[in-house]
């Protein structure tokens, strides 16, 4: 009977101990739990709060430019940048609140960032130019430029790309690197331009007509300029006419108008003075053989 009360007793003992065991184990984990919830929720939150922090701030960044008076290029280049940037600290902000040890992270990153590097060199390169197209500014947003085989109006400047679009209302997304290797023709740098035109007249009409005609032509144009004086000129002697340059200068805006005008003009004015703007012509002779004997 001694043993039996004596192993009943021991056997007590253990569940008494067993049992706090597992309590410890459920108050470990609820408070494990619990650490870790509210680590994600404050993850979450500083996230969340940040990620609107930064378009808050960059929002305000966005008016204090503009206030400034700052190209629309260069804002909108700043603008990336700083909520790029914004954005990255409090993702790690973000990581810090999980109880990851930023540090390390930062290194890893560093490593990782480097190989990263490596393997994308187009990128950086797009970025580095980028950084050059907004300091020297060769072109800004809403001029009209050439470059990299495309030709349009620029639209945005970005990290790594020019956005344009074509005459025909097409989004044309340029590298930045392609564009700082070759020639940019900027169309739109200059407030005046100069038309090139050729004009020809046939070999037998009256040198001095024609040239009177082309002068009025050019002043009863309104939109070219007086101050360079437009160039009217005798340029060629070419196989079925001969040729004269007319070259009137016109701000950069009326360019096209002009162009346009000036050539409708100048067959209108030509066929009222009688004068005559000579194509290719070929005599064809024909002769008939006859038959073989």
Not at 94 to 109: M, N
Not at 146 to 169: L, M, W, Y
Request: net charge neutral; charged share 20%; proline share 3%.
């Amino acid at each position: 009977m001694e043993k039996t009360a004596t192993e009943a007793v021991g056997k007590t003992a253990a569940q008494v101990v067993d049992y706090t065991n597992a309590d410890q184990l459920v108050v470990l984990v609820t408070e494990q739990g619990t650490s870790i919830a509210m680590k994600v929720v404050a993850a979450i939150l500083i996230f969340l709060v940040g990620r609107w922090l930064v378009r808050v701030i960059t929002g305000f960044a966005r008016t204090a430019f503009r206030k400034a008076n700052m190209e629309d290029t260069l804002e909108k280049f700043l603008c990336n940048m700083l909520h790029a940037v914004l954005l990255v600290v409090v993702i790690i902000a973000a990581i810090g609140a999980l109880g990851v040890q930023t540090t390390s992270l930062l290194a890893v990153l560093g490593a990782a960032g480097l190989a990263v590097g490596l393997a994308l060199q187009g990128s950086l390169s797009n970025f580095a130019s980028g950084v050059l197209i907004v300091a020297f500014r060769p072109y800004k947003v809403g001029d009209f430029i050439e470059a990299a085989g495309v030709a349009g109006t620029v639209k945005e400047v970005q990290i790594f790309t020019t956005i344009i679009h074509s005459p025909d209302n097409k989004k044309i997304l340029v590298p930045n690197s392609q564009i700082m290797s070759g020639t940019i023709t900027n169309y739109s740098a200059n407030d005046t331009r100069r038309i090139d035109l050729i004009v020809a007249c046939s070999y037998g009409d009256d040198l001095d007509k024609v040239r009177k005609v082309l002068n009025e032509i050019v002043a009863g144009d309104e939109r070219i300029l007086k101050d360079p004086a437009p160039t009217i000129e005798v340029v060629a002697l070419a196989d079925n006419s001969v040729n004269f340059v007319v070259r009137p200068w016109v701000n950069s805006s009326d360019y096209w108008g002009v162009h346009f005008h000036v050539t409708e003009q100048v067959k209108k004015r030509f066929d009222e003075s009688g004068l005559n703007i000579p194509f290719p012509q070929r005599d064809v002779h024909l002769y008939q053989h006859g038959a073989a004997s």
